[in-house]
């Protein structure tokens, strides 16, 4: 078929060439090695001479099918497949960065990442700079003749700040930098940063794209040249995704389309009638015109997710009482699934921090985070309502 496929059709039609038992739906292919025929067969994938597999740390048929898919969706040249989200993005550094070289991070980031750029990176002698979402002309006062790479995420987590991906490739594009983008809250449904010059995309595929809470899983896609070296990097360091846990994912890529659909519908329903409540002193939601970034938003993404935020006037401890009068709102930190989940940073992930450190990283005494899930809008509306009085 020469015809250029939706991504939406290639996530549902790219998968593992049929095998002589002809199965329509794609196999699992669950084994830690593969066998050659000949020596020379074997010494001639060990050379690299030709993609055989040899061994499921370095490639496997049913994660190969799932990063390609994602690679597809994303619009990307290549992916790569690996055990968790954090393995994307640590990999993403170590392979790429060295020494010596400088990283520009957004602050608004997840925290895991946060940790992994202030604890670890110094280790390596890998120096950071970090700026403020709000302020891109703060951006290129702080590169420096060793910056090597930008990496942002877009929407933030969890305070759902947005950046202009298109300004932000200008810049990287300017200063010849590798642009890193984490678009797990988007996905590639609402949007693709290849569009505005992303150098690689990163996924915690254990959110969104496996979409029920099942599997861990993480995903790097972009230019060809870069996944190759985050490939070298894995291969050798050896965070491997299950080839279980990718068949699960390449499954649910089938339906990421109509599910992020009917995330985006319920959670504007979700955030238009918090917007109503006054035990909130403010709501977040990319699709809001409240929203600070709302054009960048209606520039660049095609819905606004299924994350709402939301602060209670009542701070930490009218958060705590929220939490406990859910009735249908599971209390987890994941999101992305199937069920709707709430969390309060402040009392919880964010707890050991001071009022002043919380309040550099954007976490308010009485911010809320709700994922919102696939149940009937009004249910977890109603929910959210009878919790609110209790607080």
């Avoid at 001639?44 to 597809?72: C, H, L």
């Avoid at 109503?276 to 606004?304: C, R, T």
Wanted: hydrophobic share 40%; aromatic share 8%.
């Amino acid at each position: 078929m020469n015809k250029k496929l939706h991504p939406q059709t290639q996530a549902i039609r790219l998968q593992t060439a049929t095998t002589n038992q002809m199965e329509h739906s794609t196999p699992l292919f669950l084994t830690s090695s593969f066998v050659f025929e000949t020596a020379d067969d074997m010494r001639a994938a060990f050379a690299g001479e030709t993609e055989d597999n040899i061994y499921s740390r370095y490639t496997n048929p049913t994660v190969d099918e799932f990063a390609n898919k994602v690679a597809a969706m994303e619009k990307a040249e290549a992916g790569f497949a690996v055990a968790s989200g954090m393995a994307a993005v640590f990999s993403s550094f170590m392979a790429l960065l060295k020494a010596g070289d400088h990283l520009l991070c957004c602050r608004s980031i997840f925290g895991g990442t946060v940790t992994v750029v202030t604890k670890f990176l110094d280790k390596f002698g890998i120096e950071y700079t970090f700026v403020p979402a709000d302020d891109l002309s703060v951006w290129e006062k702080e590169i420096k003749p060793n910056t090597k790479m930008v990496y942002v995420e877009t929407p933030t987590n969890p305070q759902l700040e947005l950046l202009d991906l298109e300004e932000v490739g200008k810049l990287t594009k300017k200063h010849n930098l590798i642009y890193n983008v984490d678009n797990c809250f988007a996905t590639p449904v609402l949007q693709t940063p290849v569009d505005f010059g992303a150098d690689l995309i990163i996924h915690s595929a254990t959110k969104w794209m496996d979409g029920q809470g099942r599997v861990l899983g993480g995903v790097i896609v972009g230019k060809k040249e870069l996944v190759h070296e985050i490939y070298l990097f894995c291969r050798n360091s050896g965070p491997t995704l299950s080839p279980f846990n990718a068949w699960v994912l390449s499954k649910s890529l089938e339906t990421l389309d109509v599910r992020i659909q009917r995330h985006c519908e319920s959670a504007l329903k979700v955030a238009t009638e918090l917007e109503k409540n006054d035990k909130i002193a403010w709501v977040k939601y990319p699709f809001l015109p409240s929203h600070p970034q709302y054009e960048i938003a209606k520039k660049q993404m095609k819905a606004g997710g299924g994350i709402v935020c939301f602060e209670l006037k009542g701070g930490i401890e009218a958060g705590s009482k929220f939490m406990d009068a859910l009735e249908l709102l599971s209390l987890t930190p994941n999101l992305g699934d199937s069920r709707s989940i709430a969390s309060h940073p402040a009392s919880t992930t964010h707890s050991k921090l001071s009022d002043e450190e919380r309040s550099k990283v954007g976490i308010t005494p009485g911010l809320i985070r709700v994922s919102v899930g696939l149940e009937y809008a009004d249910d977890i509306i109603d929910d959210i309502k009878q919790a609110l009085e209790k607080c």
